[in-house]
């Protein structure tokens, strides 16, 4: 099988198990909290299959990941969270509504797009050190403006503006 093939079956596995075990907790009598629904949810023969299903995706993905490139597959099983969506409407009863069904869309049509049109090609195995430093530096940068934004948002929640911060 091709990686592009193996990495859409771990996609749709990973959605598959992701609801499943959704359903196996919506079946618990416990509250998220309480300490009797770990012990609850392990008992779900749904919740088990669905745990079963994402180690399913894994193995895929390894597969994928070994014929394919990290580019490709990653993009592919990202279309996980799309797959969920009409899975979880059939297997849940859950309600989609329409920013859900157009941030699917967008994520569809921008995966499909930078695999067809990026072109994504086996890179290198092993980077050399000075990759590895930018990238690190760029991310901690990143992480910290975005850490500095969500304080100064949740700030703002924390005094006037509550009802429309707390708005779905």
């Known amino acids: 099988m091709t990686a592009s093939v193996l990495a859409l079956l771990a996609a749709f596995a990973f959605a598959l198990g992701t609801v499943l ?13 309480d300490p009797r629904f770990l012990a609850e949810i392990i008992r779900k ?11 399913c995706g894994w193995v895929l993905q390894a597969a994928a990941l070994e014929r394919g490139s990290l580019a490709l597959v990653q993009s592919l099983c990202a279309l996980s969270l799309v797959f969920a969506l009409p899975l979880g409407v059939r297997l849940t009863g859950q309600r ?10 967008a994520t569809l049509i921008g995966i499909v797009s930078f695999v067809a049109v990026g072109q994504p090609q086996d890179g290198t195995t092993q980077p050399e ?5 930018t990238s690190g530096l760029i991310i901690v940068s990143l992480m910290l403006l975005v850490a500095l934004a969500g304080k100064s948002v949740s700030w703002r929640c924390g005094s006037r503006l509550i009802r429309h911060c707390s708005r779905p």
């Open 129 to 133: 050190s000075g990759a590895w430093w």
């Open 21 to 33: 075990q959704q359903r196996g907790t919506l079946q618990t009598s416990a509250a998220e909290g």
């Open 45 to 55: 023969p749904v919740w088990l299959l669905g745990g079963s299903l994402q180690i």
């Open 96 to 105: 989609v509504g329409r920013r859900s069904i157009i941030g699917a869309c």
